[in-house]
Every structure is written in C-alpha cells, then in structure tokens.
C-alpha cells in the first residue's frame, strides 16, 4: 500500500461488530509484516505481526491474515470498542532490519 | 520502564535553517530508527543507527542525516530547511536490528513547521 494523498480510507463500524481493515503490499521479498495503530497525537504503538511462513496469527481480540499469492494482509479487530478509534497502518520489511514500508493507512471510527 | 523520548515536541523554523531533533530509545534497546510523517506521503523510512553506525538509509536527500551515541541515543539534522520538510519526525527503538524477538517501539514524535 502506498500513500493515497490527503484523504485516508475510511471505516466506521458500529460499536461491538468485527471490523476488518485491509492492506495490499508491494514487495515479495518482505519477510515481515506488522500492524500499528496511531491515535491523534501519539507515535504507531504496535498490534500484532506475522511473519510470512505463516498465514494467520491471533491475539487480544485481533487477528491477522496474511495472503501472500496475492500480496494481501488483514487485521481484524473482534467487538470493535469506542477505544480502537484511531489510523491503522500496515508495515512490510526484510527480517534483518528495521526499515519498514508502510502503507498510507485506514482511519477506524467507532460509533457507539 | 520508561519509553521513547523525543525531543523538542514542537518546533518552529524558517527556511533555510537546520535544525537537530534528539531520541532516547528504550533502556538497553540499540537500534534507533527515523521515519517522516507527511499527510502526502505518509510514513517514510529515514534511516536506522546501530552501534553508533548507519545500517539503513531511506530514499530522502543528503540534507537530512543522523548519528548515533555510544549510550545509543540518536540526533538526526536537517539542513536548508524546505516548507515541505514540515512533518512529524518519529523515532523507533528496537533491542537488536533484526525481528527475531520484538516490535519497535514509538515515541511520540516531533511536529516540524517550516515557515
């Protein structure tokens, strides 16, 4: 996913349903993938990651798939709360290091 | 355990001026990376400081640069500053360059104004 520009992709979801928020990635090569979450004025603070031996990884109330055939990853977030509200940013990068590729991200609203 | 410290929060400068902005990663953690935070252009890869040595370097011109400290906290440095250089700069620490164990971790940025 690269940046789009100004205006993110949307979501708003209900407050309690599932919300999936998705993400296409560019390089094949890319070992490693990880969700991050942004809220207004703070740093990405880190979900859930996955490596690419794998295709589904869960935690807290998150899942993360991965489809390599077709270069696509997914988070999804079960009982959406008030509190997920926030950018939901894919990132792409080698194992070996810390350059990661981010995507132009997925604003999250929950309405209660 | 305290978290990553960026320093100042906010800044203000006028073209043509450099300016330094400072992390203090995570204690014991080594690897500090820089990323460019623009409504246009989204997160981007600066570089990564390990050691006291640049392992990576994003696609951004030889005005911006860094460094690293032996206790690895890491300064980066703009120079000639541009309007279009105004963003939020983060900064990320990990405890070794590579994901065999953990995340990266955030701080929570400085908000760059290029006037």
């Known amino acids: 996913g690269e940046s789009v520009g100004l205006h993110l992709p949307t979501l708003s979801v209900q407050e309690g349903d599932n919300s999936i928020i998705n993400c296409a990635y560019s390089?094949?090569?890319?070992?490693?993938f990880i969700w991050y979450k942004q809220e207004s004025g703070k740093g990405p603070q880190f979900i859930i990651d996955i490596r690419s031996n794998m295709d589904k990884r869960q935690g807290q109330r998150v899942t993360v798939l991965l489809n390599k055939t077709v270069k696509h990853l997914s988070l999804q977030i079960a009982a959406t709360q008030p509190g997920d509200s926030a950018v939901y940013f894919c990132?792409?990068?080698?194992?070996?290091?810390?350059?990661?590729?981010f995507g132009a991200g997925t604003r999250l609203t929950v309405k209660p | 355990k305290a978290g990553v410290t960026q320093t100042p929060r906010y800044l203000i400068k006028t073209r043509g001026q450099q300016v330094t902005l400072s992390c203090s990663p995570i204690?014991?953690?080594?690897?500090v990376s820089w990323y460019q935070q623009t409504p246009g252009q989204g997160l981007q890869f600066l570089f990564e400081?390990?050691?006291?040595?640049?392992?990576n370097k994003g696609n951004f011109p030889g005005r911006f640069s860094g460094r690293q400290f032996s206790n690895s906290r890491s300064e980066m440095n703009v120079s000639t500053l541009e309007l279009g250089d105004s963003a939020l700069y983060l900064c990320a620490s990990s405890p070794i360059p590579d994901r065999s164990s953990t995340e990266a971790f955030f701080g929570q940025g400085t908000r760059l104004t290029v006037v």
């Open positions: 990132a792409e990068t080698p194992y070996n290091n810390n350059d990661m590729r």
């Open positions: 390089n094949s090569a890319s070992d490693y």
């Open positions: 400081y390990f050691s006291e040595t640049q392992r």
């Open positions: 204690s014991g953690h080594r690897s």
